[in-house]
């Protein structure tokens, strides 16, 4: 059974482009989460999309937004980047929807994209 | 606001040593979970803990679950080099909270 894939690994942009992030989840996982990881905050919630809806948001400006295809397939971009977004985007997949029966709930986690904003 | 609190940050400990890692909040969890994530990879889940005062052991390593489902711990005995990581716990908040992340413990172990 193929794991969660994000794609690109690693990317380099510059300050004001945009940055489009890519999850594969694992087969039959229809609820994605994206977690930023930067060395200061550790993990912190994005976003969550099950059947191509977001069912639950963190703390992040509008310029960080996602979206999930029919396929479970989900994307995430970043507009007008800033030097603060640099991190690590981690993509996780589950076989539960939203947060329903937590001890139950498992992630899966992509190995990430690791951003860098110069 | 509601925060996971790590300790310890740091933690270089030689072969064969035990260790406890701890996880706080002052709010109650439903659920927690712990997770080790190696340089280059994702967090690979560890063990859940749902009910307090639960002890889960996973050969080396003994998770505590506190009775208040306040806090929770990681210990390892006679620790390996393979068990060099960074140790995150999660906890959840409520039946529909989102996950959130303690900053982890980076852990070394020296040959």
């Known amino acids: 059974k193929a794991g969660v894939t994000q794609t690109p690994r690693y990317l380099i942009k510059t300050r004001g482009q945009q940055v489009t992030l890519s999850c594969s989840p694992i087969?039959?996982?229809?609820?994605v989460s994206w977690y930023q990881q930067t060395p200061g905050q550790g993990l912190q919630f994005l976003f969550e999309?099950?059947?191509?809806?977001?069912?639950n948001k963190g703390n992040f400006p509008g310029r960080f937004s996602g979206r999930q295809f029919s396929n479970s397939r989900s994307e995430m971009n970043v507009s007008t980047l800033e030097l603060g977004d640099s991190a690590l985007y981690l993509c996780a997949s589950s076989s539960l929807g939203p947060s329903r029966l937590s001890g139950a709930n498992v992630l899966t986690f992509g190995a990430g994209s690791r951003l860098t904003v110069l | 606001t509601q925060l996971l609190e790590q300790s310890p940050q740091f933690l270089s400990i030689q072969e064969g040593e035990n260790l406890t890692v701890y996880c706080n909040s002052s709010s109650v969890f439903s659920s927690l979970q712990w997770y080790r994530q190696e340089p280059g990879e994702g967090p690979v889940l560890l063990v859940t803990?749902?009910?307090?005062?639960e002890v889960k052991k996973l050969k080396r390593l003994t998770f505590q679950f506190g009775d208040a489902r306040k806090d929770s711990s990681l210990h390892i005995t006679a620790a390996q080099p393979g068990d060099t990581g960074l140790y995150l716990c999660a906890g959840r908040y409520g039946s529909q909270g989102n996950l959130i992340f303690g900053k982890g413990t980076k852990l070394s172990v020296k040959p």
């Open positions: 087969s039959g996982h229809r609820s």
């Open positions: 803990v749902v009910t307090g005062g």
């Open positions: 999309y099950f059947s191509e809806t977001q069912r």
